[in-house]
């Protein structure tokens, strides 16, 4: 029940920020279902929060690269598709610098449609409920944590991955300030 309250917090905290059109066509992103709730409920506090701010800040960039041909809210919530309106958006769950590099990575300005596009590629793994149970917390002191993540067959069979996500607290939120996918090699897959 707990864990329910904090979903209904989070998207109430979403529609305080001006979000509400992008966000609300990608709630079913946070339902997840009962056995990932559970697993939320084996973290401490400060890891739940850490995980749902992650949470929240992948479902904000699977909006911007699904939804990037189209028009984002500005900071007078007036539609548009600038690139100062992408970083604004990603800026609400990602540190500055990263936001900026996530869209110089994944999106270009097409100056004949006067808007922000999509540069089709594979992007880095979005993180999201079904992880959860895959976390591991590193806590370096009480605002910086890095949230690790085994992933296997990543990409292709037998491209297994451990992505670090590092964590940093800003007021009363946690932000994403870096990311990092390092391929893990197992010295008994060739023999």
Known sequence: MKIKKIFVIIIMFIFIMGQTNQLHAQAELFIADQNELEDLQNLTAVESAISND????????????????????????????????????????FAAKLADDLISTYSYWD??????????????????????????FIQFDDNNYLVEIKYYNCYITSDDCLYQIYMRKEKERWKVLALRLIPMVSPWKNM
């Open 54 to 93: 992650m949470l929240l800040a992948f479902s904000a960039l699977q909006i911007f690269l699904e939804g990037i041909n189209k028009d984002f809210l500005d900071a007078n919530n007036q539609m548009t598709s600038s690139r100062q309106s992408a970083f604004e958006f990603l800026q609400l769950s």
């Open 111 to 136: 100056p004949r449609l006067q808007k922000l596009m999509v540069i089709p590629q594979e992007s880095i793994p979005l993180v999201d409920s079904a992880d959860t149970n895959r976390l591991n």
